[in-house]
């Protein structure tokens, strides 16, 4: 008793050695009076540049998962690296968390209309929203009123679940930003859209374990596709990759579908299928993309609330403190 009192404190602490809890509620209207127009041109920036790169959406909703999970929302990561220090886009996981151009854009069109009022990591949220609608997904009204930082930490993005992890590291990783195994499930249905590139799998596709050459959980037939699109020579390009899923441009429930059939492309997908807990609600969602739909929403507004700052500054420069 005493001891499991004792584990229970150390996990309070170690969440909030991780994140200090909001200090306070967002607000749907927070810029109804100071700024109406900033939803619009924000969405009118990201549609246009969605149509010129269809990578766009993809790199935008999980840069709002990155930056939520690092100190919280509060776009430390666009901040560049200065002499004195490197940022957290220029730490390890950085391969394919980039456009931070279309935040820079919107956020130069935002300055014109009314400065210093919308805050980056605002406009990081609203992007991800409108990335998630525009590829089919669900739409839900974005809160706001989040200030943003001003540390960017290299070492910090190892605090990023890797895909490697296992169910039970995920669910802890979740847990300690507040969010419980639904939500988890849930938000991992971000891999509805978007690629990954060879090293984030490769691992599962040969000398996997002592006893398996390829990862036991994933389909034969598939992991010889994927061999395929990562071939193990010194001038692969630096590219290669797969889809994570079949529609990866379309935001839907085929990513659960194919959790069902051993078509999940990171350990950290298949896993999912491997508790009896997260399986339950895979397979809700590979049957009602409804479901999948809604509650994706109601999660993606608990992300957007993990460690805001309701204090501090509005950067009028995405990449510099002010
Ligand atoms: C559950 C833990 C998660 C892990 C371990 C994870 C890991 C990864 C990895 C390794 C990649 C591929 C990187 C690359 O090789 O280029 C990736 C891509 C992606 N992730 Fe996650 N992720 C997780 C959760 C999420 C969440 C919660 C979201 C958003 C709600 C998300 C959205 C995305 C998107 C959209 C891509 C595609 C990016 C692109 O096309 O450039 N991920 N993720
Ligand atoms: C649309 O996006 C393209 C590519 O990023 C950019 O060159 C162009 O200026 C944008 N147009 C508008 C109206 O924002
Ligand atoms: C991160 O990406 C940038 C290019 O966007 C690159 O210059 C840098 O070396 C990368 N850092 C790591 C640790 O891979
Ligand atoms: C997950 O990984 C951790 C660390 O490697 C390990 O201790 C644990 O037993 C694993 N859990 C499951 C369910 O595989
Ligand atoms: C597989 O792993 C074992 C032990 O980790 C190593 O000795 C062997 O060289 C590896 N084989 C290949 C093909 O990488």
Not at 64 to 79: E, K, N, V
């Amino acid at each position: 008793m005493a001891f499991s009192k004792a584990l229970i404190l150390a996990l309070i602490f170690v969440v909030f050695a991780i994140v200090k809890p909001s200090e306070g509620a967002l607000n749907a209207h927070y810029y109804d009076q100071s700024c109406p127009a900033a939803e619009k041109i924000i969405l009118d920036t990201v549609r246009n540049a969605s149509l010129y790169d269809p990578k766009v959406p993809a790199r935008l909703l999980r840069m709002f998962f990155h930056d939520c999970f690092i100190r919280g929302c509060d776009a430390s990561i666009l901040l560049d690296s200065v002499v004195s220090n490197q940022a957290e886009k220029d730490g390890p996981p950085n391969i394919s968390v980039r456009s931070f151009y279309v935040i820079e854009e919107a956020k130069k069109k935002l300055e014109k209309a009314c400065p210093r009022t919308v805050s980056c990591a605002d406009v990081i949220a609203i992007a991800a929203r409108d990335v998630v609608t525009l590829s089919g997904g669900p739409y839900w009204s974005v809160l706001k009123g989040r200030k943003d930082g001003t540390v960017s930490l290299a070492s910090e993005s190892t605090n990023l679940p890797p895909p490697t992890f296992n169910v039970s590291q995920l669910i802890q990783s979740f847990a300690a930003r507040g969010l419980s195994v639904k939500d988890m499930v849930t938000l991992s249905g971000g891999h509805t859209i978007g690629f990954s590139h060879c090293s984030s799998f490769e691992p599962r596709l040969q000398n996997f374990s002592k006893f398996h050459d390829i990862d036991p959980s994933m389909n034969y037939e598939f992991a010889q596709t994927l061999k395929k699109k990562c071939p193990r020579s010194t001038n692969r390009d630096k590219n290669a990759g797969t889809f994570l899923d079949s529609t990866a441009s379309v935001f839907d429930n085929v990513y659960y579908k194919q959790i069902l059939s051993g078509k999940g492309v990171f350990v950290s997908d298949q896993t999912l299928l491997g508790d009896s807990r997260t399986k339950k609600i895979v397979e809700k969602y590979a049957q009602d993309q409804k479901a999948f739909f809604r509650e994706f929403a109601a999660a993606m507004v608990k992300l957007g609330n993990i460690g805001v700052k309701k204090t501090g500054q509005v950067r009028v420069h995405p990449r510099f403190i002010n």
